[in-house]
């Protein structure tokens, strides 16, 4: 019997490119998309769409049995940026909605559980260089601190009641699909569509902050493989470190530069600078690579050729079709 996969938040910057890679490996009919708007009319057209808030578990729940739902993709979240400004809020979405799926997983109503952690679960205490696996974590932000919880949350539903959940503490994500959704290293895509778009672009970040980032390919890629490996093969029930690459907004500005020669940066941080700096620069994930072969396709460099070639011809076309 073939899996039927629910996905809460699909019409987020990770959750959109995970619905499609997931419908195209199982079926449009197998992979149910869920989002509290409908704001996204291509995912929403692509295949079965339900409107639904992550935080309403009567809902949650009633979606899960009527399409006999067995794996749940828990994608909504407030992201860094945004659950500064509307703290409560950014907590009440990221713990209720991970509550609702914890239970249906421990009263059997559904088997598996993928919900992503982020670097933002550490903070200024935690080593930036090549963080490790296990190490102090004091995060500084809502968002932070709801990862924190959510991983442990996570562990103890694995080991009280055998709850399958699976997690990555995802990096910052560059895709060329989808706008950032207020994280703290949203510059890295939004400095690719301004320099396409503008050729210039100011950042709210300092030139030299250096922040662990990803490809959304690789992204996508890690999120399927971690939930198709074997149980048995999952060591870690909190959430895995996982990286790819690390840079700086001038290393990126540099790499769009050998494309565009006249793109120009400026920079002028913002509150987003404090977050910037209580996350590592760098991330050891060793036992991502080692439990269940994780390894990224994406240098800096591919990414900056794929992103300027890709929003290169989305630009050209949105002008055309408006002239």
């Known amino acids: ?81 945004t659950g500064e400004k509307f703290p409560e809020e950014a907590w009440n979405l990221n713990m209720d909605s991970l509550f609702h799926v914890l239970n249906l997983a421990k009263d059997k109503i559904i088997k598996k559980i993928f919900w992503p952690s982020s670097i933002a679960v550490f903070g200024p205490t935690t080593p930036t260089e090549y963080t490790p696996q296990y190490t102090t974590m004091e995060p500084t932000t809502v968002y932070g601190i709801t990862k924190q919880v959510g991983e442990r949350w996570c562990e103890y539903y694995f080991n009280k009641y055998n709850v399958d959940v699976r997690s990555i503490r995802y990096p910052g994500i560059i895709s060329w699909k989808t706008m950032p959704g207020g994280g703290t290293t949203d510059y890295a895509v939004e400095i690719y569509h301004e320099a396409v778009k503008t050729k210039q672009y100011k950042c709210f970040l300092k030139e030299d902050t250096e922040l662990p980032m990803m490809f959304m390919d690789d992204a996508i890629k890690a999120t399927i493989n971690i939930m198709m490996a074997r149980a048995k093969d999952i060591k870690i029930r909190s959430s895995y470190n996982m990286a790819a690459i690390s840079f700086t907004p001038k290393e990126v500005a540099e790499s769009i530069k050998k494309h565009i020669p006249e793109f120009e940066i400026n920079y002028a941080p913002d509150y987003r600078q404090d977050i910037a ?45 408006s002239q």
């Open 1 to 81: 019997m073939s899996s039927k996969i629910l996905i809460i938040g699909a019409g987020g910057q990770i959750g959109s490119e995970l619905t499609y890679k997931l419908r195209q490996m199982y079926g449009e009919e197998n992979v149910i998309a869920t989002d509290i708007n409908r704001n996204n009319s291509d995912l929403v057209n692509s295949g079965t769409f339900k409107t639904l808030d992550a935080k309403d578990y009567e809902g949650v729940k009633k979606c899960v049995e009527m399409y006999n739902i067995d794996t749940v993709y828990l994608m909504a979240a407030m992201l860094s940026a």
């Open 277 to 321: 700096n209580s996350w590592p620069k760098s991330i050891n994930d060793s036992y991502a690579r080692q439990d269940w072969k994780w390894k990224h396709s994406f240098l800096l460099e591919d990414i900056t050729e794929e992103m300027l070639f890709q929003l290169g011809k989305k630009y050209s076309t949105i002008l055309k079709t």
